[in-house]
């Protein structure tokens, strides 16, 4: 287990005690309960996605490597977008070689969001947990996690699979344009969460079905499938270099998402949806 360089300072008014949000039982827990073999964890970090990235260029960990920061200044989402993380979010990234080609990244991003909409749902008893292709999670239509997937180009065996979920950090503290867009999982079920447990869940799921990838496919697209909350929607998809606009008809067997346009059913493999 590593344990990034912490300090802490005599509280003043200026510069409060920062609330220790995991303890050194509760780091060696996780390697403990789950596949998880080594915890990089840091008090603040700018983006555990870039440390993740940073780790894979200094070599091939030799087994799953979980970056885990209490505070993300600078999280990052899909294109541009910045992951808002207030105190009680959690924010990591897992660094590990699932053996999949290039190919298979539209299913493993699905397989991911997949695997914490379920274990979130098994935490807070809330049957209304959906997909947003490729990979956020949503519950009551806001978003309750998001999911970036990188490939770190030394080696593309790797998977670097960040992940926000919104916990203990509700919204009412959140900035005016996301208060009617997300949502935390304390304000779902109107009390907070132990975030150890919450992460060890996440963890646990997020192995069984990236186990599932290329031997219980039927079984993964059928998820997907029932989860998708642009289904029947009017979407539009910004593919980078031109928008597709149009009638979402769910997701395909290789994880695209299927638009219905004036010119025929086109499936988007990679993108983001910019309406729906």
């Known amino acids: 287990m590593q344990r990034g360089i912490k300090t802490q300072d005599a509280p003043t008014r200026e510069s409060p005690r920062r609330e220790i949000l995991f303890s050194d039982a509760d780091l060696d827990h996780l390697t403990k309960s789950t596949f998880v073999e080594r915890v990089d964890f840091h008090p603040e970090i700018d983006s555990t996605n870039r440390r993740a990235m940073e780790l894979a260029r200094n070599g091939t960990p030799a087994g799953p490597v979980l970056v885990l920061a209490e505070t993300q200044t600078d999280g990052r989402g899909r294109g541009t977008n910045h992951w808002w993380a207030d105190s009680g979010a959690l924010t990591l990234t897992l660094l590990l070689d699932t053996g999949l080609p290039q190919r298979r990244l539209p299913q493993a991003s699905l397989t991911v969001g997949l695997a914490v909409c379920e274990a979130i749902e098994g935490i807070v008893e809330s049957s209304d947990m959906q997909l947003k292709w490729p990979n956020d999670v949503y519950c009551r239509q806001r ?3 998001g999911i970036l997937i990188e490939m770190p180009t030394v080696h593309p065996q790797l998977l670097a699979i960040g992940i926000g979920i919104n916990v203990n950090n509700s919204l009412s503290r959140a900035p ?15 009390h907070p ?30 998820k997907w499938r029932e989860r998708c909350l642009l289904t029947n929607r009017t979407v539009q998809v910004d593919l980078g270099t031109r928008f597709v606009s149009g009638r979402c008809r769910g997701i395909n ?24």
Do not use: W
């Open 176 to 190: 005016d344009e996301l208060r009617t867009t997300a949502i935390a999982m304390c304000d779902v079920a109107g």
């Open 193 to 222: 969460f132990p975030l150890t447990d919450v992460l060890i869940a996440v963890l646990n799921r997020l192995q069984h079905r990236l186990e599932c990838i290329g031997c219980r496919d039927d079984e993964l697209r059928t």
């Open 253 to 276: 067997d290789e994880g695209a998402l299927v638009i219905e346009t004036p010119a025929g059913l086109e499936p988007c493999y990679a993108g983001t949806v910019t309406l729906f």
């Open 143 to 145: 978003k309750l996690s």
